[in-house]
């Protein structure tokens, strides 16, 4: 969930340090700090923003450095919590947390070692300066700690006396960057793009040496090995604001091209094959009786969307799991299961986990379903598929949300031609539908001026109710977690049925109940459903299909999308509720893109 760069190189690299901060800054923080060897350890530290550590930073030379924003798991966020930590002259920044850290650090108080800090973090930094005492150098002393480390870690260490950095990982990602003047490592590759696009992703327990000249990678076994070079497809300009106000914002309007990304390879083909999914996916999918989707937050959501899909179109029983729940409960395994794990990070700590623990149990037919092509979950898994949507850098996803939903719609006609339930014209129906979605989204985007007004009218709201039904269920509860993310307005979702079962007892005028009345066979109930809510003295607030028939009065505002989009409605419905949130953020006064509390890559359970 935090940031990590670190550099070996000939030139300067605290700009390097301080700008990949900046573009890790999405992944959320409330620390940041950097230490360098210039030629003894300096170290600045910093509560608050990269902006802050920068003015501190400014002056300062060095050609050995790491640099850190924490996400606050063990201790309030402080200038004495932040990374780096220190032990002697040595300095080190972890991402993860370490399980076993009491029980090391009650060893370490024997010894003498002093902590200054309420973190999990300086136990890493004296046991490497402890097992320096029988350690030949930097390189062997960190392969060693580590090896006592249980948990999740990335991490980047530097010493005085020693020409290089160390990093590892275990359970998180990093990244190592190939430059001309010297090589560098991060947590993503969107902070190193300044200086490289040449990357090797680390696997599981590799600990790596970066010098000015080389570097060399040892694996679990503690080997040496090579990993393959990657030439980064990512544009610089892709995690650039440009004229947008925010990050959100800007990727809200990414959507239409993020979904014409994802369908390209269907853009001339007249069937729904496996190989969507990878080269081994028609012999993996062949014997799959039923689907099981792990997910967490907004993947949850989709993934409950699309239970609809694989039921009503391939008739398959689907089920979806919360990943934190998933990996902790006694389940009953099935080996003809499809379990499919959705992701925007692929690096999610619970998913990943939970795919490890359905493969433990003999469930080896996985697929990911995932925006980054070297993530943990993609290579965990065997069948993938990316959903192109581009770096997301706002906290509350957009776009990946939309892409996935479209991938899953992909997965849902693709099982339902392999068992024999798709007709030649629902195919060809399906696949057009597929290809003019990103126009019909576009259209949706032109709602934008009437949800500005609406907006307004949220400025004094403390709750909010979120109302759907059928496959639009889903998308109320991804709307009511948009709202509750940038907004801190507090907002639930209900099945519009359930009103009467006890949510209608908070219904009154200011608690807006906001709904998704697609024309699909449930909008009668909806109707009577959103009577109930007027008869209460609620304030409603509808998103209609333009032949809905609902029609506005005192208390029911309706906005009405431009068409009817059946089955596939919920990638359109679920765009005004993003925007809904968005705007009643700014009327607020909200951070929109780095919700308080909050990170976009959740790397820790």
Not at 48 to 63: C, I, N, W
Not at 297 to 325: D, F, K
Not at 524 to 542: F, I, M, Q, T, W
């Amino acid at each position: 969930m935090c940031g990590i760069v670190a550099a070996a190189a000939s030139r300067n690299i605290v700009p390097v340090l301080v700008e990949g901060l900046r573009k890790l800054e999405y992944r959320g923080y409330d620390s940041a700090g950097l230490a360098v060897l210039n030629p003894m350890l300096t170290r600045l530290r910093s509560v608050g923003r990269v902006a802050e550590l920068a003015v501190q930073a400014e002056g300062q030379k060095a050609q050995l450095g790491v640099a850190h924003t924490r996400w606050a798991t063990h201790g309030v966020p402080s200038e004495r919590n932040a990374h780096p930590h220190i032990s002697g002259g040595l300095a080190v920044v972890h991402n993860g947390i370490i399980e076993n850290y009491a029980e090391i650090k009650q060893e370490l108080l024997a010894a003498g070692y002093v902590f200054s800090s309420d973190t999990d973090t300086e136990v890493i930094a004296h046991l490497i300066q402890e097992t320096l005492k029988s350690s030949p150098g930097l390189f062997e002393a960190v392969q060693r700690a580590t090896r006592r480390l249980i948990g999740a870690y990335a991490i980047a260490v530097l010493r005085e006396g020693e020409e290089c950095v160390v990093v590892a990982r275990h359970g998180a990602p990093l990244l190592l960057g190939i430059g001309e003047d010297g090589h560098y490592a991060a947590s993503d590759a969107s902070a190193l793009l300044q200086v490289t696009r040449r990357m090797v992703y680390l696997e599981e327990g590799d600990v790596a040496e970066l010098g000015r000249d080389g570097y060399k990678i040892v694996g679990a076994g503690g080997t040496a090995v090579t990993r393959e070079v990657h030439e980064s497809t990512l544009s610089a300009d892709a995690v650039e604001l440009g004229d947008y106000a925010h990050y959100m914002q800007k990727e809200i309007f990414e959507q239409p091209q993020a979904l014409a990304a994802t369908l390209e390879m269907i853009g001339g083909a007249q069937t729904f094959s496996a190989n969507l999914f990878g080269a081994s996916a028609p012999e993996v999918l062949a014997g799959v009786k039923s689907v099981l989707i792990i997910a967490c937050g907004t993947s949850y959501h989709a993934g409950l969307v699309a239970r609809y899909w694989i039921e009503q179109l391939a008739a398959l029983s689907c089920s979806v799991e919360v990943a934190s729940e998933y990996r902790y409960r006694v389940s009953v395994p099935n080996p003809d299961q499809l379990v499919v794990a959705i992701s925007q990070s692929g690096e999610t700590a619970d998913t990943l986990a939970s795919i490890k623990h359905a493969k433990s149990l003999g469930m080896h037919k996985t697929l990911a379903l995932c925006n980054v092509p070297e993530s943990a979950i993609v290579r965990e898994c065997a069948l993938r598929f990316l959903t192109r949507a581009g770096p997301e850098i706002g906290v509350a996803s957009t776009k990946a949300f939309t892409t996935q939903l479209a991938a899953l719609f992909l997965l849902a006609a693709t099982l339902a031609k392999q068992n024999g339930k798709l007709s030649a014209d629902q195919e060809a129906a399906h696949l057009a539908s597929l290809r003019h979605l990103p126009i019909a989204l576009q259209k949706v985007l032109a709602l934008e001026p009437g949800i500005v007004t609406w907006a307004q009218r949220f400025a004094d709201k403390q709750h909010a109710l979120f109302l759907g039904r059928g496959h639009h269920y889903p998308i109320a509860l991804e709307g009511a977690l948009k709202l509750k993310e940038i907004s801190y307005i507090h907002a639930e979702a209900y099945p519009a049925g359930e009103l009467k079962h006890g949510p209608l007892a908070l219904v009154d005028k200011d608690m807006p109940v906001i709904s998704v009345a697609p024309n699909d066979t449930l909008l009668e109930k909806l109707k009577s459903n959103l009577k109930e809510v007027a008869a209460r003295g609620g304030e409603l607030y509808v998103f209609a299909d333009a032949d809905s028939q609902v029609e506005e009065e005192p208390g029911l505002h309706i906005l009405r999308l431009p068409e009817h989009y059946g089955v596939l409605s919920p990638v359109l419905h679920v765009v005004p509720l993003q925007l809904l949130a968005y705007h009643a953020a700014l009327v607020k006064g909200t951070d929109v893109d780095k919700p308080r509390n909050l990170a976009k890559s959740v790397t820790v359970e």
